[in-house]
Nanobody
Framework: QAQLEESGGGLVQPGDSLRLSCVASVYSGRALSMYSMGWFRQAPGKEREFVAAINGNGDRTYYAASVKGRFTISKDNYKNTMYLQIISLKPKDTAVYYC????????????????????WGQGTLVTVSS
């Protein structure tokens, strides 16, 4: 089972930018290229929600409508790492951000559904406040 570790969160001001990283251990770079991955977030008092997903080799991406245009997901299989670049941060982006990896290789279907993902990181907290 994959082990995922997020980093890059912190306290930022509205309008700032941030890049979150997720390192996937266990997988070799070649193996990781077969798996789709995603980002979810959970704001205080709310349910976890889908943010973005990327397919195995990184040439297909998918975003929640609420973040499209400000969030960019990417993947470097050679570094076993996925990224989430966020610009123009808003207070409503305050949440714990989780990275996750699909249960099975090749698939990209169901990418906005938590149940498609088999392993999750512990999360990294992003707080947007002035």
């Amino acid at each position: 089972q994959a082990q995922l570790e997020e980093s890059g969160g912190g306290l930022v001001q509205p309008g700032d930018s941030l890049r979150l990283s997720c390192v996937a251990s266990v997988y070799s770079g070649r193996a990781l290229s077969m798996y789709s991955m995603g980002w979810f977030r959970q704001a205080p008092g709310k349910e976890r929600e889908f943010v973005a997903a990327i397919n195995g080799n990184g040439d297909r991406t998918y975003y929640a409508a609420s973040v499209k245009g400000r969030f960019t997901i990417s993947k470097d299989n050679y570094k076993n790492t996925m990224y989430l670049q966020i610009i123009s941060l808003k207070p409503k982006d305050t949440a714990v951000y989780y990275c996750c990896i699909f249960r099975a290789p090749v698939l990209f279907r169901g990418r906005a559904n938590e149940h498609a993902y088999g392993s999750w990181g512990q999360g990294t907290l992003v707080t947007v406040s002035s």
